[in-house]
Each structure stands twice: as structure tokens, then as C-alpha cells.
């Protein structure tokens, strides 16, 4: 693993991480120890080695890491303890062990840390026999991170654990990471007991005891005599050692007590105050289901002056709601003072900041107590101070009762027969009962108006269904008449050439009536000429060919009227269908018929350029109106026309689907739609054509012409080589036919 250089600098040495290390090893077992080291990209080998340095910025993040990845904010602490360990002073260890104390331990310490630890300067200002105090200073560039400061009291207390005896206790007087110019603890520990009159003891006794042995050398038990003397005085001297320790012990030990006596008080204190706040806590949610047991704004109000009397230890309680057309407070109620009922009933406070009390209530909306101290002041207004002497109270605190950001009136209490002061903590409970009084008044005010809405509830939907119908059926009108607009202009666009269309079979007619009057005088004249050669008995064989002739050209030319005729008559009556208002009721009829109507008024844009070819390959009756599918159709074929330039071809087909539906398909091998334009096809007023070509509404109004009739259109498009429209439309009788289905082909033009 490559180690980051910036992380390297003979700032501190490896040294100082051996108790961490060992801390994490023993914890955490080698795979924790490895793991946390890797995700500060440093390598535990690394740091094993006791030549090598780091930087203090590592160091410091080591610490911060360990934080972290053991999820306890003590861990450098617990792991500075670990500087008690043997294996954190190596071969030092037996030798402070043999000869040292904790005092002597902490000495050497400040003269050595400096050289393991460069930017930390280590001082200390007093050593006794069982406490010291020591002062120590980073120096500039090396930032004090509290992290370091907590390992070093760690380090410190751990000291005695190498000598067998419990961990000491530090207490930081100064911290350089919190703003002081350096830190500075105290340390006190406990020590092993010394051996020295033990040793001496032993040594006078050994004296002793060859001196009898000298002086009595007959003695038959001198030997042993001198032995137990030895012995006794080494007893005796360590006896001696046991009491100065405990002397010295007895001294810490009382401190101890001391310092835990002092916890001890404090931890009743707090527990009195958690107690009060649980007290407080319990009687918010009694006065929560109190409360909300009602949606009558006048009993929610009394039920929340009582409550706060009764159950948070208030002596009086008052109310007050926030007239926002007036911009006061007013409807003033109270609780707990009969003789302040018609005050409070008749007080009313401006809802605009005039006093630091009324912004930071009325204002910012926070909670606040109102002390004599303020009201004695230049910044309470008359009103606070008229208050203040009117009601005789001590002090208040007071809330805003606040939903949604908006304020809805004040709360406010006081103790003023009992004379217990309001603290901070009686403050948080009344901004807590004033949110949740603030909701039961939205709740009451809420439920006043859905009971208003509910009486007038019948009345307002009649009109409103009746607003509704109305509505409706004038859009269903502009609906229609849109549809009808749109249809008359596509016949606009289509009427000069429909009247030269019609003019054609009407000039058929014409000129063929023209010829039969002259046919019908040919054969009068004919068949006088054939009765005189009748009578006299001989037939002219010519006469009679030139006779037949004549009403054969006549039977032709019948013909030719006939058909100028029907043509005339069928695309009349396609467009007397096409441009008539529909009806409102829907009838039954073919889809073919409705394909017919359309190719038959538009016929003439596709002479001598394209083919059309209509496959049938089911017959299908459509329930709807014929006018308005013809029209879609009409759109559909029309935009199919316009986008073939010159020569080409369409192809109709109508065949079912697997749904029952039957499908109409469209497809032209024109120039396309661009990709950017197709996803607007169907929006209304867009079109790519030029100005005065088209309106913009024919694709949108041909989509809602299929949806009301239940179907569906799709539209896609290879540009370059043409657009395929598919329509899907329900089928309400439908005959499927057999083999190849009906085909009918129409070809206009060359393909």
C-alpha cells in the first residue's frame, strides 16, 4: 500500500500511537486494528516501528477516525489509558516498574514527550506524592483538537495501572482546543506501597539476629532465634510501608468521596429536574387528551386554562385570540382569578411589536418570562406595566399560540400566590401546551366551518350542478361548433376544385343532351322514311342500318348522362353528409361508407398522380356520428395527399385486431414528418404548412372525433419515405369476412 507523503513528517513519533494500537488489538482484535488503520491510508507496520514519524494532522484524524468507527466518543480516552500497558513502554516498563513510581513516570514523561512529540510543549508545574499538575501548550502550526486533549488525560490516568493500581483521575482546569493558551489538568493517583522500611527493617533484623547469634553461641536454638528476629524486623518495616501509604491513599480516597459526594448532588438535582420535566411532560399529554376530546372552541379554552392551573402548577391562567381584521388581541379568558374575569375580558393588545417582549412573542414567536426587572425598565411599554399592576403579579410567562406560522392568539400564567419562580424549563412546557392548544383551536375553528358547509351543503351542490350542466352544455356546443368550423374550412380549401369536379359530369350531361336531341330528330327522320318505303311494299337496307345505328348511339350516349348523373348525384350527396350539422343522437353505419365519403370528395387532388388502393378485410358498423368519423377520415386522407409532392400512392386497409376492435390503417409513401415535429402533431394551432394552407386544428380535432367514439390514433413516420395513421375504433356489428376479405381498389393517376 502506497502511504500518502503528506502524512509523513518527523512531527510525531510512531511512539505515541501504542497505545492506541493496543487499544484497538485487545478491543477489536487485529482485523479491526488493520481495517481502521487502512481507512486513514496509513499501514499498522508503519506504525509498529518505533523510528518511524508521522505528521500531527495524521495523528489528530487517527483520533477523530477512532470516534467514528467505534461509534463512542470516549474511545480516545479509553485507548490513552493503554499507556499503562507494558507493552506500551517496552523495556521501560520493567524498569519504572523496579525503581519508579507514578510520579517519577510523569517527571521523565514531560522531559521526553517533547522529543517524541515536537510541536507539543510539556510542562510540569506541580508534583506531589499522589496528585500533579501539568500544563501543556501546542505550538503554532500545531492545532489543539480536543480529540488530542482527551487521549493525554487518558494517557495520564493510566499511568498507575502499570504499577498494579487503579486508574487515576484528571480534571481539565484549561483547554487550549476550548480557547484557553493551553491546556492544564490535574492528575491524582493512588500508589503502590514502598518497601523501603521493609527492607531496612529486614536489615536490622539480620543484624539483630547474627549479634544473638554471636553473643549466645551455646543456645541450642540461636540459629532459628536469629532468623525469626530477621524476619520480625523485615515484618515490622513493611508494616511500616502499609501505614504511610495508606496515610498517603487516605488522602485521595477523601478527595474521592468528596468529588463523588459533589456528583452525587448534582446527579439528584438533575434527577429532580428530569423528574419535574417528566411531571410536566405526563400533565401536557393529560391536558393533550383533554383537549381533543372536544371540537367546541369555548370548552377547548376552558379546558386548557384549567389544565394549566391544575396540572403545570400555575397559579392563574389566561387566554388570549388574535382579531386579525382589527390587528389586536382580544376575547381575553382566565382562570383561576374571579376578580380579573372583566379585565381580561376586556383587554385588548395591539398584535404590532412595540416592546422586546411583544416582537419576540408576537413577532419571532418564541416563548418568554416576564420579570419585574424588565417591567421596571425603559423598554416595557404602559400597557406591560399597567398589567403588571393591575393583575399584582410577581412574573409571567407567556407563549404564542401558533399553526402553520400564523399566529392565532397568546397563552400566559403566573404563580403569584405561591411565589415559586417561573424557570426555563416551566417555559418550554407552556410553549409545548401553547402548539398544541394552537392546533385544537384550527380543529374547533375547522370543524364551526365544515358544520356551517354541511348546512348550506345541499343548496350549493344544486347550484353547483346546475352551474356544472350548464357549463357542459356549452362546451359540448363549442365542441360541435369547432368540429363544424373546421369541417366547413376543409371544404373552403377543397371547393374550387369540388366545383370543377362537379362541373364535369354536369358537362357530360350537357353535351350529351345536346347530342341525343339531334340522335332522337335523326331517328324521327329515319323512321318516317322506313313507313313510306313501307308502304309500298320494299325495305331500304341502308335506311335501316343507318336506324339501328342511330339508337345504338343513342342507348351510348343515355349512358354517358347516366353516369355524369349518378357521379354528380353521389358527390352532392357526400358532401350535403359531410357538411351537415350533426344531431346529438348517435345512429349506426358502415366504416367503408364513411372511407367512401371522404375518397369521393377528394377524388379530384388525387387524379392523374396517385393511386389509392382500399382493402376491406372486414366488414365493420360503427356506432357514432358518420359526419363527424367522415371528417377525421377526411383530415386523415387530405394530410396523406398534401404530403406526396408530385406522383405516389395510399393504401387503405381495415382488417380486426385480436381485441375486437377493428383497425383503419392509412399509409402514404410521401415526404414524412420530421422526428422534432411529431410529437406536436395532435397539438392545437400547430401546423407546418404555409399560411392560409391549414388552421393548425385538423389533427386535433381528428383525435378527439375517434376518442369520442371510443377509439384510439396513432401516427408514425419514416421521413423520406412516408407516414403510417392508425386508427382502432370498437365495433359494435361486426361480420369478418372469409378468405382474402373484401378488397376495393381506387387508383387515381399513376403510382
Known amino acids: 500500500m502506497t502511504i500518502d507523503p503528506s502524512k509523513i513528517r518527523n512531527e510525531v513519533n510512531c511512539r505515541a500511537f501504542n497505545n492506541i494500537l493496543i487499544y484497538l488489538e485487545e478491543n477489536f482484535g487485529e482485523e479491526g486494528l488493520r481495517e481502521l488503520i487502512g481507512k486513514t491510508g496509513m499501514t499498522v507496520a508503519y506504525l509498529r516501528d518505533q523510528n518511524n514519524w508521522v505528521s500531527w494532522s495524521f495523528y489528530c484524524d487517527l483520533l477523530e477516525e477512532l470516534v467514528t468507527w467505534t461509534g463512542d466518543p470516549g474511545a480516545p480516552f479509553k485507548a490513552g489509558t493503554y499507556s499503562g500497558h507494558k507493552r506500551a513502554w517496552g523495556y521501560l516498563h520493567y524498569v519504572f516498574y523496579a525503581f ?296 409571567y410567562v407567556v407563549a404564542p399560540l401558533v399553526s402553520r406560522d400564523r399566529l392565532l392568539g397568546i397563552l400566559a400564567a403566573d404563580r403569584a400566590r405561591s411565589g415559586l419562580p417561573i424557570k426555563e424549563q416551566d417555559r418550554d412546557l407552556m410553549v409545548s401546551l401553547a402548539n398544541q392548544v394552537a392546533v385544537a383551536i384550527e380543529n374547533a375553528r375547522s370543524f364551526l366551518t365544515i358544520e356551517d358547509l354541511n348546512l348550506n351543503l345541499e343548496r350549493k351542490i344544486t347550484e353547483r350542478t346546475r352551474a356544472l350542466e350548464t357549463s357542459l352544455l356549452e362546451l359540448t356546443e363549442a365542441q360541435e361548433q369547432l368540429i363544424h368550423t373546421e369541417k366547413m374550412s376543409s371544404l373552403g380549401l377543397l371547393m374550387s376544385g369540388l366545383a370543377h369536379e362537379i362541373n364535369n359530369p354536369i358537362n357530360f350531361a350537357h353535351n350529351g343532351l345536346q347530342a341525343m336531341h339531334q340522335t332522337l330528330r335523326r331517328i324521327q327522320d329515319l323512321s318516317r322514311s322506313t313507313v313510306k318505303l313501307s308502304d309500298g311494299e320494299t325495305r331500304d337496307r341502308a335506311g335501316k342500318g343507318e336506324l339501328e345505328e342511330a339508337l345504338s348511339d343513342s342507348e351510348r350516349i343515355m349512358e354517358i348522362i347516366q353516369t355524369g348523373l349518378n357521379r354528380t348525384r353521389d358527390l352532392v350527396a357526400s358532401l350535403k353528409h359531410f357538411s351537415r350539422r350533426e344531431g346529438r343522437d348517435r345512429e349506426y353505419f358502415t366504416l367503408e361508407s364513411s372511407l367512401q365519403s371522404a375518397l369521393t370528395i377528394l377524388s379530384h387532388q388525387m387524379a392523374d398522380r396517385i393511386a389509392v388502393q382500399m382493402v376491406i378485410g372486414v366488414s365493420a358498423t360503427i356506432l357514432g356520428h358518420p359526419d363527424q368519423l367522415s371528417q377525421a377520415f377526411l383530415n386523415l386522407i387530405h394530410n396523406a395527399i398534401q404530403a406526396i409532392p408530385e406522383k405516389g400512392h395510399i393504401r387503405i386497409m381495415v382488417d380486426p385486431t385480436d381485441s375486437g376492435r377493428v383497425r383503419v390503417l392509412i399509409r402514404d409513401n410521401g415526404r414524412g414528418i420530421a422526428p422534432a415535429d411529431l410529437p406536436r402533431i395532435f397539438e392545437p394551432f400547430f401546423t407546418t404548412k404555409k399560411s392560409g394552407e391549414g388552421t393548425g386544428l385538423g389533427m386535433s380535432i381528428c383525435r378527439r372525433i375517434i376518442e369520442n367514439h371510443g377509439g384510439t390514433i396513432q401516427v408514425s413516420s419514416r421521413p423520406g419515405q412516408g407516414t403510417d395513421v392508425t386508427v382502432q375504433l370498437p365495433v359494435c356489428r361486426e361480420r369478418q369476412a372469409r378468405g382474402e376479405g373484401v378488397q376495393r381498389e381506387k387508383s387515381i393517376g399513376a403510382d
Open 100 to 395: 519508579g513510581n507514578v510520579g517519577r513516570v510523569l517527571k521523565k514523561a514531560s522531559e521526553i514527550v517533547p522529543h517524541f512529540n515536537r510541536g507539543a510543549e510539556w510542562t510540569l508545574l506541580d508534583l506531589q506524592k499522589n496528585r500533579a499538575t501539568i500544563r501543556i501548550r501546542m505550538k503554532e502550526g500545531y492545532p489543539a483538537r480536543r480529540v488530542c486533549c482527551e487521549s493525554r488525560m487518558g494517557q495520564a490516568v493510566g499511568i498507575p495501572k502499570a504499577f498494579g493500581m487503579p486508574p487515576g483521575r484528571a480534571r481539565e482546569t484549561q483547554c487550549q482546543a476550548r480557547g484557553g493558551d493551553a491546556c492544564v489538568m490535574e492528575v491524582a493517583w493512588l500508589n503502590r506501597p514502598q518497601k523501603l522500611y521493609g527492607i531496612a527493617g529486614a536489615l536490622l533484623g539480620a543484624l539483630a539476629g547474627m549479634l544473638f547469634h554471636v553473643v549466645t553461641p551455646d543456645h541450642p536454638w540461636n540459629v532459628f532465634a536469629a532468623g525469626l528476629i530477621a524476619v520480625t524486623g523485615y515484618l515490622a518495616g513493611r508494616h511500616l510501608d502499609y501505614r504511610r501509604s495508606e496515610a498517603g491513599n487516605a488522602q485521595i480516597n477523601a478527595e474521592q468521596t468528596a468529588a463523588l459526594e459533589e456528583s452525587v448532588k448534582i446527579i439528584e438535582n438533575k434527577y429532580d429536574e428530569l423528574k419535574r420535566a417528566n411531571d410536566g411532560l405526563f400533565a401536557l399529554q393529560e391536558i393533550s387528551r383533554a383537549i381533543t376530546s372536544t371540537l367546541q372552541l369555548d370548552e377547548v379554552l376552558q379546558k386548557v386554562l384549567q389544565m394549566a392551573v391544575e396540572r403545570l402548577s400555575f397559579d392563574r391562567a389566561v387566554v388570549m385570540l388574535v382579531d386579525e381584521k382589527e390587528g389586536v388581541l382580544r376575547e381575553g379568558r382566565i382562570y383561576g382569578d374571579e376578580a380579573l374575569v372583566d379585565y381580561v375580558r376586556k383587554l385588548q393588545i395591539c398584535i404590532s411589536p412595540r416592546s422586546p417582549v411583544a416582537e419576540a412573542v408576537l413577532y419571532r414567536k418564541r416563548g418568554q418570562i416576564v420579570t419585574q426587572e424588565y417591567i421596571a425598565s425603559d423598554s416595557a411599554t404602559p400597557l406591560e406595566k399597567q398589567i403588571f399592576r393591575i393583575t399584582q403579579t410577581p412574573e
